[in-house]
């Protein structure tokens, strides 16, 4: 067994690199959140205009649809809790898309944002695929939420040091030729 390594250039020249996520799907994102994180600022906006307005004297509660208090205040509550999260899920992306998984002749890297995990073949010492099931119940709801059930499938792969790389489907058809036979598989389910 080759000694334990983080060097990228461990796993062999010319590696097939993998991007964290496809880039049409990561500009979509990048447009679609940022859209609708400054939407939602600007409906902010436009609700302090309104208040402005009305020199903020305002009912708390107005019975003719106009603005008052509690309207201003779940205006904002609103829209500055849904920009937060878009902003929120746009950060995600950003992370996410900077994760590359590189496959060589020697062995796997994923480098994501700081920090870099490699693994080479005859470091493995288990592979165990993990079935992410999930099955929404309960009355009714679980009859419209039905429509929602979906397995995912991973491989965790584990060094021998009790590192592991979490694989997807994917990624498991480029490597698993290259596995030593003798490394021990298992399988097991999580509900989600």
Request: charged share 15%; aromatic share 12%.
């Amino acid at each position: 067994m080759t000694a334990l390594t983080n060097d990228p250039k461990a796993i062999g020249p010319e590696p097939r690199v993998m991007p964290g996520l496809d880039l049409p799907n990561v500009i979509a994102g990048h447009i679609l959140l940022g859209s609708f994180s400054i939407g939602m600022l600007i409906f902010v906006g436009w609700i302090w205009k309104v208040a402005a307005g009305t020199g903020f004297q305002m009912p708390f509660f107005d019975e003719n649809g106009d603005m008052g208090w509690a309207l201003f205040a779940f205006g904002n509550v609103f829209g500055i809790g849904l920009a937060g999260l878009f902003l929120f899920f746009w950060w995600v992306i950003f992370k996410v898309s900077q994760t590359r998984i590189s496959v060589g002749p020697n062995g796997v890297c994923v480098k994501g944002p700081g920090s870099v995990y490699v693994c080479l073949w005859d470091q493995i010492v288990r592979v165990n695929k993990v079935t992410l099931v999930s099955r929404p119940k309960g009355g009714a709801a679980g009859a419209v939420l039905a429509a929602m059930d979906y397995d995912v499938i991973n491989h965790e792969l584990f060094r021998s040091d009790g590192e592991m790389i979490t694989a997807d489907e994917k990624l498991m058809r480029l490597i698993k030729d290259k596995l030593p036979t003798e490394v021990p598989w298992t399988s097991e389910q999580r509900a989600v």
